[in-house]
């Protein structure tokens, strides 16, 4: 499958993936209410950080290798998936251990305990996961995704709404990883070819992209910790639900690396410098179209879309959302642009700088939060967003230079603009927001199109990802 289409196909599954997501916060969220849906933001946002220690090892080693060396798949899977199995259960058995250290409120111990029995089995479907990527198979890799999502949805709402509570949501958590398990041991098949693995000393590499991605995922929870620390319960359920929504341009995201780390590994090992210039470039492109967009509609409905979405009881919340949204717009700039370094061998100073990011956003958090509420933790993530983003992208300035110094990102702002001043200037009436953000999303894409930012060559590529004849 060609990039350009792999690469649409695999955002229009995530787009299904994190509509879903979203259905079962929103779900959540009038469910449990403002309390017991901040309880489970919290436990899920401890899980996820914990979960890094078992799908960003072995899986991004399987990604990584097996990407640069897909006939030699089926070699690596027999070294490595035993050392997968042993590690998610002695990690779970190391949360039961450590969780009245993790979290000092009795009331979340047990619900830590029953949501960290998802980590051996969610471990071992990333890692089968995995396994599609670095073999390029895209398509059963978008599947698996959405098979996962539509379950986790289905299961946690389910049980929620039989009266289960944060319980029964964690349980269906753990329900979902076991479905998309299933599915992946089914459609895993190994090349029929095999060669023997390049000698390579992969554990240092999947130690430091542990650590890596433990740090880059912390800096998606520390204001949410630090304002449980500081504030009341009911600000952290109304911050939980800003933060749900600002991290969708990171969800967004991950579709776009999990595709560009095995075909940049790819085509470094081979030394097809025009290819990679031409995925990276292609790549940060589409990326900084959609953020601009997804900026540009929040800027306008930010309130509109909390009050629809969660209910009016969270809509205070509307200009944190406007805040952390470009922060994390910022920071999932930052995790494509790593990606590009970790696929050239510079996974060290990755990993060295976004651990020093993470004690940035600490510090800010400690003072900033006290003083500005719950956008202090917003302001804080903007600021480590901004300098992350600015870092990575000096580090990949070769690659990135014929788009930074390029007339594209200039029309992407100048568009959004655009589209800002007519959206505040003309007076919709009683015309429902949806609407409007429909018809100003169409008049921003035109606009791109007339100023020749979108070609018939991108217009093509997503032509053919949706399987539509000439």
Known sequence: MKLGRATILLLLSQ??????????????????????????GLVISVLVVIEIFVIAGIPEVIQKFGGEQPEAMA????????????????LYGGLWLATPLLVRDESLIALLRIAGLDIIVYGLYKYFLGVQNGLHRFQPYSWLGIIYALSRAIAILGLVALGFSVQGALIGNIIASCAGLLFALFWYRPPRVETAPMPVRYGAWALQNVLYSFGLNTLFAIDLWLIKYFLSEHEVGLYVSVSVLAKLSYLMSIAVSVMLLPSLARATAQQQEQRSEELIRDTLRYLLIFLTLLNLVVALFAKEII???????????????VWLMAGHSCITLMAVSNTVMIARNMMHTCFVRVLALVALDVALNFALVPRFQLLGGALATSLVGVLGA???????????????????????LGVALGVYIIAQSVAFASVDFIAKAIVLTGLYFLLLWMSKEISAVDLRRLRESLGVPK
């Not at 259905?23 to 017991?36: C, D, P, S």
């Open 15 to 40: 787009t299904i993936v994190l509509a879903s997501g979203l259905a079962v916060n929103l779900g959540l969220a009038r469910l449990l209410g403002v309390v017991e849906y901040g309880n489970y």
């Open 75 to 90: 070699q690596l899977v027999r070294q490595t998936l035993r050392w997968q199995m042993l590690y998610t259960v002695l």
């Open 307 to 321: 009050a629809l979405l969660f209910g009016a009881q969270f809509a205070d919340a509307a200009n944190v959302l």
């Open 390 to 412: 600015a870092l990575a992208l000096w580090h990949i300035r070769r690659e990135a230079k014929p788009l930074l110094f390029s007339w594209s990102i200039p029309r992407m």
